[in-house]
């Protein structure tokens, strides 16, 4: 507790006001020693540049705070089954009530989590089907679990609840049967040394490796290809059938003994058991999917599958959209079907379940249906779902959920929504607040901050830059904060100035396209210039854009659209989707394709910022090239924390070590040997301009644009950086530690800081996510650049500032789901913006119509 502590309680105790939390000495992250008053019962928005410290005072200091209290009533052995989130750094909070998190995070990563388990909507669905479903005559009464495709008692036998069987066939592993199998003929075969084992193992079993594939007996290649027969034989490696055959006759002493295993054998036993998704994902290539012959795809037992309601089994009940699910239960819950009267007279216990449950569902579905979710379906995966589609539904939740004197804090609550959609989120954060609930909002969205009843603004720029408090109070008072970046923004509609439209060079036009709710749809894109691609949440924007045309182009280009691996069921990653579509025109002036998403750009603390973007070779190489580096004969291996030589040996470069401690979490602490540098003791001896290794690593982006001045193969690294807006971030901050805007913000960096070749079609999915608008006119100012240099740029947007920067508009829509999927309006903005077919036009007008000139 420091000195001023004890004059703080005599203030804070003379001028206490009801109703307010009190942050002194809050210094989490960047925050610089914060002092703020907060007041309960209100929407309190969170504004400033990306990297200012919001995030750090809202969830690393409120919410961490909060979590810490509630789980200090909690039993120590109970604490390690939450995630604890770090004591954060503050002196003192008063007056703060229990908190609940809502924060940015992808879908889970496995099909078998959906819309359905998120809001536990299908926990009720389950019980409907089994207390008051239509039972066909002498079936038994079956559990709500029988009902799940997840458990025992449910899943279809034969598909296990996948909806789909799978079989290995000589097909999917051979591809090519014009190869020998010297020339890796069995695709599915693991590649470097194993594959090689596998093939040496052949010659010694007599098998002709040097013959086409298709040359070799039907007995040889079902052998070869499905035996679960496992011989283990002497191998000769790299000799030929001849020369291992004299060798066996001379009893020649092997370069070892082999185990032979089946190319079906591999590709299976691999797919259950490897803990790599990189493994997992490549033998999945090669098993077949069918829909499963018992179930037809709908995952359950046929006994389950039997029993409907309202006319549906519950497989297609979940395949409903939440509008129209709505809509079916709607009588039942008021009871008011045409047989109401009749149900409830024959089975009355029958009719209350029922309308009791009905009823909870369409509560339940009128949040959803508020907040603009309702094209969505139980059934659909949360893999599938923006990040701010997941958050609406955790938000939907705890809306009915009816809690009171809680803390909300929300991280982006409007990421991935059209303005038009915005409103319906206001009216859900207004129900929890007039609940008697706390509501506070980490928040870019102008049309959210309006709403605000308090603003806190921190700023004024990022990194170092930032963690002061420039404003806390109502949002008019705002205005005169001259500091503030967000100001400009709020209250003088600082929009992009008029630019001249640039012409098309050509176009690259799409016929045909199918998938999800686009049917048959033909659509132009312009090439060699700037298009943003709009319309409301669920319209089919992404399915379009970030799907479609980049599958399509890719296979155009040939060569596969890339994805890294995620973790969970590659088999369901896999799962087909229905697609249509080809490229008709316009592939003449696309010579490579970049799609820059929102993943990870590594997914250990390892892969970082200046390793990414290839910045730190070129670190490690001016160390190396030092007088004392030389002198001991270090290269420029011997600075990477990757290596032995170079590394800690005691955290293995980490610069951290895990304490476990009994009945409670584990915990990480700073190595006691390097102290969190991650190198060893002789590596830090050598200095460039007295800075180690670690010193550098440690530096924001901003400062080391200062340190290497002279460095001009660095300079272009970090002046790219910086441009994009990440000038805040740590050369060496762990790529865990990154949002998925400044991962994608990373990609482009590295993107433009090589040379540009023209004729690249870059696609990016809202790439302004967790933007402020200064941020986003820097993401514009760089996205120009790609198109003046002779490229193709499509971004799938909502944020008008990025709509109104564009050559060219396409707005899909009208609405969402089974609503959209059709192009409502095209052209350049002005035209779009005047159009009264477009939900996106009134929205882009207002932003126009505040332009200087």
Known sequence: MRKRDSQLNVQSSESEIAGFVHVR?????????????????????????????????????????????????????????????????VDRIDGLPPAIALQQQR????????????????????????????????????????????????????????GRVYEVTEQSMVPDDSRTIRERAIAAWPPAWHGQNLRDILTTLGFDIDRPWRELSRKDRDWILFTDEQPVVPVYAGFSLEE????????????????????????????????????????????????CPLCKGKRLRPESLSVTFAGYDIAEFSRVPLKSLAALLKPYAEEKTADWKKMAAKNPEKAIVTQRIAADLCARLSVLLAMGLGYLNLERSTPTLSPGE???????????????????????????????????????????????????????????????????????????????????????????????????YLFASDAP??????????????????????????????????????????????????????????????????????EGDALEDALPVTAGGRITEGMKGINRLVKVDQKPIGRTPRSNLATYTGLFDHVRKLFASTRAARARRYDAGRFSFNVAKGRCENCEGEGFVMVELLFLPSVYAPCPVCHGTRFNAKTLEIKYRDKSIADVLAMTVDAAHDFFVDEVSIQRTLNTLREVGLGY????????????????????????????????????DEPTTGLHPADVDKLVVQLDRLVE??????VVEHDMRVLAASDWVIDIGPGAGDEGGRVVAEGPPEKLASSSRSRTGPFLKEVLSHRPG
């Not at 998925?740 to 800081?753: M, S, V, Y």
């Open 107 to 162: 879908g889970a990563p496995t099909t078998r989590s959906s819309v359905g388990s998120v809001t536990t909507l299908s926990n009720s669905l389950r019980m409907l089907y089994s207390r008051a479903g239509d039972y066909p005559k002498g079936q038994e009464l079956l559990y709500a679990e029988s009902f799940s495709p997840n458990t025992p008692e449910g899943a279809c036998p034969t598909c296990h609840g996948l």
């Open 390 to 488: 997941l958050q609406r539904l955790r938000l939907a939740t705890q809306v009915h959920s009816n809690l009171f004197g809680v803390v909300y804090v929300l991280d982006e609550p409007s990421a991935g929504l059209h303005p038009a959609d915005t409103q319906a989120l206001l009216e859900a954060l207004d129900r929890l607040k007039h609940a008697g609930n706390s509501l506070f909002v980490v928040e870019h969205a102008l049309g959210v901050i309006r709403h605000a009843d308090w603003i806190v603004d921190v700023g004024p720029d990022a990194g170092e830059g930032g963690g002061c408090i420039l404003y806390s109070g109502p949002p008019e008072g705002l205005a005169e904060i001259a500091a503030s970046h967000t100001r400009r």
């Open 244 to 291: 291992v055959r004299r060798a066996l006759k001379r009893k020649e002493t092997p370069s070892y003994q082999g185990t032979f295993t089946g190319a079906r054998k591999y590709v299976l036993d691999t797919f259950a058991n490897t803990e790599s998704p990189a493994m997992k994902k490549r033998v999945s290539q090669y098993m077949v999917g069918a829909e």
């Open 729 to 764: 971030l740590r050369l060496g901050q762990p790529a865990t530690e990154l949002s998925g805007g400044e991962a994608q913000r990373i990609k482009l960096a590295t993107e433009l800081q090589r040379a540009s070749r023209g004729s690249t079609l870059y696609v990016l």
């Open 497 to 566: 100035a008029p630019r001249s439209v640039r012409t098309p060079a050509g176009w690259l036009r799409l016929s045909g396209v199918s998938r999800n709710n686009l049917d048959k749809l033909d659509v132009a894109f312009p090439l060699g210039v700037f298009t943003s691609v709009s319309g409301v949440s669920g319209s089919g924007k992404s399915s379009l854009v970030s799907q479609v045309l980049v599958e399509l182009v890719a296979r155009e280009l040939g060569h596969e659209t890339a994805s890294e691996p995620e």
């Open 789 to 794: 240099s002779g490229n193709t740029v499509i």
């Open 25 to 89: 000495g809050a210094r989490e992250h960047n925050l610089k020693d914060v002092d703020l008053d907060i007041p309960r019962n209100s929407l309190v928005v969170f504004t400033g540049i990306s990297g200012s410290g919001k995030s750090s005072l809202a969830f690393g200091t409120l919410y961490a705070e909060a979590q810490r209290r509630y789980l200090e009533s909690v039993s120590p052995y109970a604490r390690r089954l939450f995630h604890q989130m770090p004591i954060p750094e």
